[in-house]
């Protein structure tokens, strides 16, 4: 018998991928634009393209995704979330690295729901850099400071 995946999920719930993020992955509707967007987010962490444009409103979604190795995404929070009957929307902030700059995506995303399943629509990014100093906390979201954290990557 196989065990299931006992992994953090990287939308950072504090649950196992399996019982998170994985099962939508694996093919069941996200209930909610925030389950979608935090399933959207794992799926940027663990690279699976295919997963980002099946969730990507058809009128809207670009014919390819570029694997990006560059770019380690390492915290989501979740700023707000809503649903007005069929439309949903969620501000997020996705902290990231590129080798040693760390960044900010910060996004207000609208979402629809059609027939019972929840798709990305748009959003309205903005990328601010972030300087970390040595005894910061660090950007990852540990509770650690940099120096002893991220900042030996």
Not at 14 to 31: I, S
Not at 73 to 88: D, H
Not at 118 to 129: K, M, S, T
Request: aromatic share 10%.
């Amino acid at each position: 018998m196989t065990q299931p995946d006992r992994t953090a999920c990287p939308c950072g719930s504090g649950q196992a991928l399996a019982d998170c993020c994985g099962r939508y992955h694996a093919g069941e509707p996200a209930p909610t634009p925030e389950a979608l967007m935090r399933s959207r987010y794992s799926a940027f962490v663990l690279d699976l393209p295919d997963y980002l444009l099946a969730t990507w409103h058809p009128s809207t979604r670009p014919s390819s995704l570029a694997s990006d190795a560059a770019t380690l995404w390492k915290r989501l929070e979740v700023l707000e979330s809503g649903v007005e009957g069929e439309r949903g929307r969620v501000h997020f902030r996705a902290t990231f690295r590129e080798g040693r700059r760390w960044s900010v995506l910060e996004e207000a995303s609208r979402f629809v729901r059609e027939a019972g399943r929840w798709f990305y629509i748009d959003g309205n990014p903005a990328v601010h850099r972030l300087k970390p100093g040595r005894n910061a906390p660090c950007p990852c979201g540990s509770g650690r400071k940099f120096k002893a954290c991220c900042g030996l990557a």
